[in-house]
């Protein structure tokens, strides 16, 4: 009990700026509460909701974080109902904006966009709204290309800010300002004028997703480094996160075993990289019983919505998807997430995995990991400015299993950590716990030098044949495939030396731009010669598929055991 009190006060300054503004009695309470109940219809705030409310009503500046589906908007909408004047809000995504005019317009609040599909009589409307003290204008949603390029906007802008007609800035998605956000938008940059353009109007930020960096990014770029900052409960003790070894060519088979042990009837949702994936994935799992759709960017809106609505009804169970299924789900009982391969980040790890468990149950978040899914994640990922960066960063989170996954994600995100706090709700707890098979210090140096050589040999011509090699070029999957020809280690170990090696800088991505695709190429990374001349040995913990017995000691035998 008291450990689970200690776990929800993990995140100590959020928690207090939680409860310093959570509470009723201050001179606007009375309107707030009747906002909230005759405008929006709303019995009770979700967590954060009245906080943040407050603190943007007493002038503060504020971010607030807290995951998709959780209740952001209502932190300005209310305040720019309540506070008689209006409020500004920029956001990236016309869609969304869209949705947030309808469903606003059905509350029977007046809110309007500015943007580059706005009608010339609207825009003229909205133009003489923003100065006039008699309008019932009470959002503006704008896009920050819009400001960046409307001198006249702003300009009136600035008169309403004057005139104090306009009471409140929010700009949501607000880690497209960082260019560590993982959706980076040039655009936001001109977002820095707002606080000192528009004096005195307090600004908020809103996010999903915000690691420490991109957090201290965004207050610097938007001017709010005295911001007071809302973190929905970072830790998710209902959630238990475990990683997996994918089994090789595997397209939904292990995940069909794993929803009939542990989940035959509940819901759940399968994450794929690409549209075919998720095609193939769904129809495995069909074939093998469960019941099973697929939703991607492709599918025509209507059976979007089929779909979507299939599965809030539970007459579909499992929901094959890629990223592009997110937005806007709110369904509370999602047993379990697995994601067939590998996220593009540690930030949409933990978005999508978090979409399981919202009514608090538990539920479980899986990960299958296999080397392969590294190199085609990277070759989409490549162009992004911290593309690849981000997606090693996840590997290193798949591939560590002898830490914590929650201190692992704790770590991350800049979240207070102590251990014990995960209650072995993640695979490693759980195995340490009941020591069965954790992870070793296992001495890699044979397989690294290996790996070296035959990338030299390639290089030099004096390898094996095929046109790649004749390049001097290898694949990371031709590269494990050389050297277990040359070693009697399984696949799945040198697998696991290639990933090791790959994040320790020994050895590196090389990409090639083909008129038609992206291909990665292994070369040897800057800190593979100074290791080498060091003369130290590379050792690394890692664990290798569950030995099939447990028996004697330690020896390398055990490690190698599944196949080859
Ligand atoms: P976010 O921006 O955090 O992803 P939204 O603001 O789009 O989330 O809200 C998600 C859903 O939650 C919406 O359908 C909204 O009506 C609902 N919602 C928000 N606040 C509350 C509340 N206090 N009580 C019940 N439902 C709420
Ligand atoms: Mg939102
Ligand atoms: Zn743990």
Not at 360 to 370: D, N
């Amino acid at each position: 009990e008291s450990l689970m009190g200690q776990i929800a006060a993990a995140s100590v300054d959020y928690r207090d700026a939680e409860e310093r503004w959570d509470r009723a009695g201050f001179e606007w309470s009375g309107r707030v509460e009747a906002a909230l109940q005759q405008t929006f219809n709303l019995q009770t705030f979700r967590p954060l909701q009245r906080a943040a409310i407050n603190a943007v009503m007493a002038g503060e500046d504020v971010v607030v974080i807290m995951s998709t589906g959780s209740g952001k908007s209502l932190c300005y909408q209310l305040p720019a109902v309540a506070s008689g004047g209006f409020a500004l809000i920029v956001s990236p995504l016309l869609s969304l904006v869209e949705d947030q005019l309808h469903q606003l317009k059905k509350l029977g609040v007046y809110a309007a966009a500015l943007n580059q599909a706005t009608e010339k009589e609207e825009a003229k409307t909205i133009d003489t709204a923003i100065l006039d003290a008699k309008s019932p204008l009470k959002l503006l949603y704008v896009t920050p290309e819009k400001l960046a390029k409307s001198k006249r906007l702003m300009n009136k802008l600035e008169k309403a800010a004057d005139t104090g007609r306009l009471k409140l800035m929010a700009v949501d998605e607000v880690h497209c300002c960082s260019q560590w956000g993982h959706d980076f938008r040039p655009d936001y940059k001109f977002l820095n004028v707002l606080k000192r353009q528009f004096k005195g109007v307090p600004l908020m930020g809103l996010t999903a997703t915000a690691t420490g960096n991109v957090l201290d990014d965004v207050k610097k770029m938007l001017g709010i480094e005295a911001s007071i900052v809302f973190r929905a409960g970072f830790n998710r003790p209902n959630l238990h996160y475990a990683v997996e070894e994918k089994p090789k060519g595997d397209m939904g088979e292990r995940i069909a075993e794993i929803i009939k042990e542990r989940y035959p009837t509940q819901s759940g949702i399968v994450y794929c990289l690409s549209r075919k994936d998720c095609e193939v994935v769904a129809q495995n799992l069909r074939k093998l019983g469960i019941r099973a759709s697929f939703y991607h960017a492709y599918l025509e809106p209507a059976d979007k919505t089929s779909v979507h609505e299939k599965w809030l009804g539970g007459k579909i169970q499992v929901i094959v998807a890629t990223v592009a299924f997110g937005m806007g789900i709110d369904k509370p009982d999602v047993r379990f997430v697995i994601h067939h391969s590998i996220p593009k980040s540690v930030e949409n790890y933990y978005q999508e995995s978090g979409r399981a468990g919202r009514d608090g149950k538990p539920a479980a978040c899986i990960l299958m990991y296999r080397l392969a899914d590294v190199f085609r994640q990277s070759t989409i990922v490549c162009t992004e400015q911290t593309g690849k960066e981000k997606l090693y960063e996840m590997v290193a989170f798949a591939a560590n299993d002898s830490t914590c996954r929650r201190e692992t994600l704790a770590g991350l995100f800049a979240e207070d950590w102590e251990q014990g706090w995960c209650q072995n709700a993640c695979d490693v707890c759980a195995r340490s716990s009941s020591s069965s098979s954790t992870a070793e210090e296992i001495d890699l140096t044979e397989e690294a030098k290996l790996a070296a050589k035959i990338i030299e040999e390639a290089r030099s011509g004096s390898g094996s044949s095929g046109s790649e090699a004749a390049a001097g070029r290898l694949t990371g999957l031709k590269l494990v495939e050389t050297m277990g020809k040359k070693n009697k280690r399984s696949r799945d170990f040198l697998e696991a030396v290639v990933t090791q090696m790959l994040l320790a800088e020994m050895l590196m991505e090389d990409f090639h731009f083909t008129p038609y695709s992206i291909v990665s190429y292994v070369v040897k990374g800057p800190a593979y010669d100074r290791w080498a001349k060091g003369g130290s040995a590379f050792k690394r913990r890692i664990r290798v598929s569950a030995p099939v017995s447990k028996t004697t000691s330690r020896k390398r035998k055990t490690v190698d055991s599944d196949e080859d």
